[in-house]
Each structure stands twice: as structure tokens, then as C-alpha cells.
């Protein structure tokens, strides 16, 4: 488990506001702690595991820890919402900044096609852009033309999937669902649901002594793909 060493900043970005750390592996991770809420940190885990399953960008994520003398030492006055113990963290993306609607069209379609669907799937509401702004949770990186997914706190809250699609940030690419595309996404899928035991396993001890999200519920979520396609597909 990485260790962190050293808490730099609390980010202004986000609802959760993450705070910027150093691990013992000398990497920069955006973590989030009891502030966020035992359910968001579990739905952190789960949908961001699930994601890199199916070979998604997302950064490389971790659950750390807080060592309870890097608390006690801290001059953060909100430091109580990072707290000691097991934390979630997304390792820091390089010259990273976030989607904005120019660049949309720069990103393929079949990537903006598995995002669209994993979103669905995980039922997560919270990537939204258009003209008009938005909340994409996004990130750029101008250098290599490419996105990386972030945020993930949201996951599994049951919201309506036609509402979820027309809002997307890459609801457009729900033309790119074709026959060969749902068959390739329901191999990957069934996949990915194959490490899920393993992946809720993974989770603190700590998270779940308080957790408002059962594993039963997110299977039941998750399964919809087989069991109730023509929704998901729609």
C-alpha cells in the first residue's frame, strides 16, 4: 500500500476537493478522505477499477494511506477531511488540464463511444459539457492529444440513463453503438464483472463499517447489460 509522505495543497477544483500528496513513491496523487464520504471513496474504487477492467483511460489509482503523525503535523485547518487511514488516490496527470468543448471533437469516437458506455453502465451523471460549460471531469493533456477520466464519487446512484446520455459530454457518440460494438462491449464487460469480488474485497475494512453502498445493489446495477439490455442500449 503506498504511504503518504507528505500533504501539499488542498485542490480548489471539485466538489470533494481533493488534496495534493506525495507518496512514498514519489508521485503526486489527488486524494480523497473522510470528508468525502465512506460511499463516494467505495464508489471511487469500484467504478475506477472497473474502468481501467475494461482498459479505459484512467490514471492510476491506489488506496493509500495517511500515517496519523502526518495528520497530527499538519497545518491545514480542514485537515479532519483527509483524515488518517486508508484513503482513495488518483496519481497526478503531467500538463494535464481540464476537457474543454473545443477539443471534444479531437477525441476518436470509439474512445468517446466507451466512455459514453461505461458512464451508463456504472450509472455515473457526472460528465457533462457543452457550449454552454459543464462539469466534464475530463482531463487533457494538449501534448498527446489525449483524455484521461477522473472523479468517479458519483457512481451508482441509480439516475435515469435517458437523462444521463442526452447531458453527456459525449452523448453524440451514442451513434457509434452498433451491433459489433455492443457484442465487443459485452465481452469486455462480463470480463470486467468477473474481478469485481476481488475488487469490492479490496476495499478498507474501515470504508465499509459505514458503507451505504451494498455490493449486491452495484451487482445489480452492473448486470443490467444481459439482464435488462434493450435499457442500457437504447
Same mark, same amino acid.
Given at each position: %500500500?503506498?504511504?503518504? $509522505? ?14 495534493? #500528496? ?6 503526486? +496523487? +489527488? ?35 495517511v ?13 479532519? /477531511? ?18 474543454? +468543448? ?16 461505461? /458512464? #451508463?453502465?456504472?450509472? *455515473? ?11 466534464? *471531469? ?8 489525449? %483524455?484521461h ?8 446512484? *441509480? ?6 446520455k442526452?447531458h ?9 453503438? /452498433? ?6 462491449a ?6 470486467? %464483472?468477473?474481478?469485481?469480488?476481488? $475488487? ?12 451505504? &453502498? ?6 445489480? %446495477? ?7 439490455? /434493450?435499457? &442500457?442500449?437504447?
Open positions: %500500500m503506498i504511504q503518504l $509522505i507528505e500533504i501539499i495543497r488542498r485542490s480548489d477544483q471539485g466538489v470533494t476537493r481533493p488534496f495534493v #500528496c506525495r507518496g512514498d513513491d514519489g508521485a503526486l +496523487y +489527488y486524494v480523497k478522505g473522510a470528508g468525502a464520504g465512506w460511499k463516494a471513496l467505495i464508489a471511487e474504487w469500484v467504478a475506477g477499477s472497473l474502468a481501467r477492467q475494461l482498459l479505459l483511460p484512467v490514471p492510476p489509482i491506489a488506496i493509500a494511506e500515517p496519523r503523525a502526518l495528520v497530527r503535523g499538519s497545518v491545514n485547518e480542514d485537515i479532519g /477531511d483527509l483524515g488518517a487511514g486508508p484513503v482513495f488516490a488518483s496519481r497526478a496527470v503531467p500538463m494535464a488540464e481540464e476537457l474543454r +468543448y473545443e477539443h471534444v471533437r479531437s477525441v476518436p469516437l470509439t474512445q468517446q463511444a466507451w466512455a459514453l458506455l461505461f /458512464d #451508463c453502465w456504472v450509472i *455515473n451523471g457526472d460528465r457533462t459539457l457543452s457550449e454552454h460549460g459543464g462539469n466534464p *471531469n475530463v482531463l487533457w493533456t494538449p501534448g498527446d492529444g489525449r %483524455m477520466l477522473i472523479d468517479h464519487n458519483l457512481a451508482f446512484e *441509480n439516475d435515469p440513463l435517458t437523462a444521463l442526452s453527456h459530454v459525449f452523448s453524440a457518440a451514442h451513434s457509434a453503438w /452498433d451491433k459489433p460494438f455492443q457484442a465487443e459485452a465481452l469486455r464487460m462480463r470480463a470486467a %464483472m468477473s474481478e469485481l469480488p476481488e $475488487i469490492w474485497n479490496s476495499l478498507p475494512d474501515e470504508w465499509l463499517d459505514f458503507e451505504s &453502498l451494498k455490493l449486491a445493489e452495484v451487482e445489480e %446495477m452492473l448486470w443490467r447489460f444481459e439482464h435488462a439490455a /434493450d435499457i &442500457l442500449w437504447a
